[in-house]
């Protein structure tokens, strides 16, 4: 399988897991290059790796690539994200205060939001992520399925790509599973567009450890759960404010 980047340097230039899994981030801004078959299916090899229940392997991905046969899920998606983007823009204030102020992080954060749900339909390669279901739908079935869309990200942030999990097919999943033949007892757990990132991966924003790390019992806190040097926050009350220029 390829190991090569779509920038052309070579396997050996791969991030070490660590690096790959502390620098993949959602990536919502995607050229226009494709995706070389070859790039794909290394991904997607990666992608079934992933553990799932009594290995069972339910998960199941339709490739959605820029094709005439996949054109009118494509044309689904558009207006399904448009939609998507509108509740969250609406509901999560992406229309007021600091999301409207040139340079702050919210306004960054809205811009990529935005881009995506209106380049959906185009971006090189969409991968709907599935399960088969075995049993009746229950709240821990994702554990099947969404390891399998990490290792997705993460390979394909080894070979110089990027993508984002979004939920935003619900907004027309029925015409969606129409168009694409999906059965109902079949859950799509998620829609990840593909593509070489305008702009790169690089060091993530998270919540401290002693904020979400607890030792043998609930709100005890982990002394020695400590963040490495140079880690990045976002979320606690070490993040930079929405209010300040982004970086």
């Known amino acids: 399988m390829s190991g090569r980047r779509p920038d052309g340097t070579s396997a050996r230039e791969v991030p070490d897991l660590l690096t790959g899994m502390a620098t993949t981030r959602a990536i919502r801004r995607l050229a226009d290059d494709p995706i070389p078959v070859e790039d794909l299916a290394t991904i997607l090899w990666h992608a079934t790796r992933a553990p799932s229940g009594s290995n069972r392997q339910p998960a199941r991905f339709v490739v959605l690539r820029r094709d005439d046969r996949a054109a009118p899920a494509r044309a689904c998606l558009a207006r399904a994200f448009a939609l998507g983007?509108?509740?969250?823009?609406?509901?999560d204030g992406y229309r007021r205060g600091s999301a409207v102020r040139a340079g702050t992080r919210k306004a960054r954060q809205a811009a990529a939001l935005e881009h995506l749900a209106t380049h959906i339909e185009t971006v090189p390669v969409i991968v709907l992520a599935c399960l088969a279901r075995y049993r009746e739908p229950n709240p821990l079935e994702g554990a099947s399925v969404f390891p399998a869309c990490q290792n997705l990200l993460l390979a394909a942030r080894a070979l110089g790509y990027g993508g984002v999990l979004t939920g935003w097919h619900s907004y027309a999943e029925d015409e969606?599973?129409?168009?694409?033949?999906?059965?109902?007892?079949?859950?799509?757990?998620?829609?990840?567009?593909?593509?070489?990132?305008?702009?790169?991966?690089?060091?993530?924003?998270?919540r401290p450890l002693r904020e979400v790390v607890m030792d043998g019992a609930w709100g005890e806190p982990a002394a020695w759960a400590v963040d490495p040097p140079g880690t990045l926050f976002a979320g606690g009350p070490r993040a930079a404010s929405d209010d300040q220029p982004a970086r």
């Open 85 to 91: 983007w509108e509740a969250k823009a609406t509901a």
């Open 176 to 206: 969606l599973r129409s168009v694409l033949g999906i059965p109902d007892a079949v859950l799509i757990a998620a829609t990840i567009p593909l593509g070489r990132p305008l702009g790169g991966h690089g060091p993530v924003r998270r």
